[in-house]
T-cell receptor, first 115, second 114 residues
Framework: DTGVSQNPRHKITKRGQNVTFRCDPI?????LYWYRQTLGQGPEFLTY????????KSRLLSDRFSAERPKGSFSTLEIQRTEQGDSAMYLC?????????????FGPGTRLTVL | AQSVTQLDSQVPVFEEAPVELRCNYS??????LFWYVQYPNQGLQLLLK??????LVKGINGFEAEFNKSQTSFHLRKPSVHISDTAEYFC????????????FGTGTRLLVSP
């Protein structure tokens, strides 16, 4: 299977702890997106990379959140000092082209629960 | 403000019946329109998209949608649903202005029963 993969699939942590999620996009996809989805809502854009460059960040992404995509392949999303409001599904997507309308392929997500 | 509205949070339907899932969006500029489906424990999958051209768009699994500019709508339809169509369906929009990103609606859960 050459789809988008995300690890871990589930993460339970205590408030104040740091967590890191990983996303492996489809090979040679140059755009990578992170979204957050809370219960009963659609995904909300967080940030995206064009190759290794992070080109846009949502205002939803507080300074406790940081994302990287070294070498333009996999990406990590780190949340420092987690809060209960960070509990959500974190989705990763990748696309092959350079236009935002190019089809985004989504991974299964990482479900974060902050106790 | 840019918004996507899916008024129906849940749509129950019997197998082999037709279904329409509604999507409306705010519009002051050109838009690009998408429907995604999310099956349990799976990633979102693109059903279809409208970028330009014919306003009737056909997608995978027998779904189609029609872009109606005057109504600012992009409703999803299927003439005959199957049990396997039970899933969450999301409408999404990209406005052709500024930073272009997918903005999703809140989703509609389609429940198909025998």
């Amino acid at each position: 299977d050459t789809g988008v993969s995300q690890n871990p699939r589930h993460k339970i942590t205590k408030r104040g702890q740091n967590v890191t999620f990983r996303c492996d996009p489809i090979s040679e996809h140059n755009r990578l997106y992170w979204y957050r989805q809370t219960l009963g809502q659609g995904p909300e854009f967080l940030t995206y990379f064009q190759n290794e460059a992070q080109l846009e960040k949502s205002r939803l992404l507080s300074d406790r959140f940081s994302a990287e995509r070294p070498k333009g392949s996999f990406s990590t999303l780190e949340i420092q000092r987690t809060e209960q409001g960070d509990s959500a599904m974190y989705l990763c997507a990748s696309s092959a082209g350079r236009h935002p309308t190019d089809t985004q392929y989504f991974g299964p997500g990482t479900r974060l629960t902050v106790l | 403000a840019q918004s996507v509205t899916q008024l129906d949070s849940q749509v129950p339907v019997f197998e082999e019946a037709p279904v329409e899932l509604r999507c409306n969006y705010s519009s002051s500029v050109s838009v690009y329109l998408f429907w995604y489906v999310q099956y349990p424990n799976q990633g979102l999958q693109l059903l279809l998209k409208y970028l330009s051209g014919s306003t009737l768009v056909k997608g995978i699994n027998g779904f189609e949608a029609e872009f109606n500019k005057s109504q600012t709508s992009f409703h999803l339809r299927k003439p005959s649903v199957h049990i396997s169509d039970t899933a969450e369906y999301f409408c999404a929009v990209i406005w052709d202005t500024g930073f272009q990103k997918l903005v999703f609606g809140t989703g509609t859960r389609l429940l198909v029963s025998p």
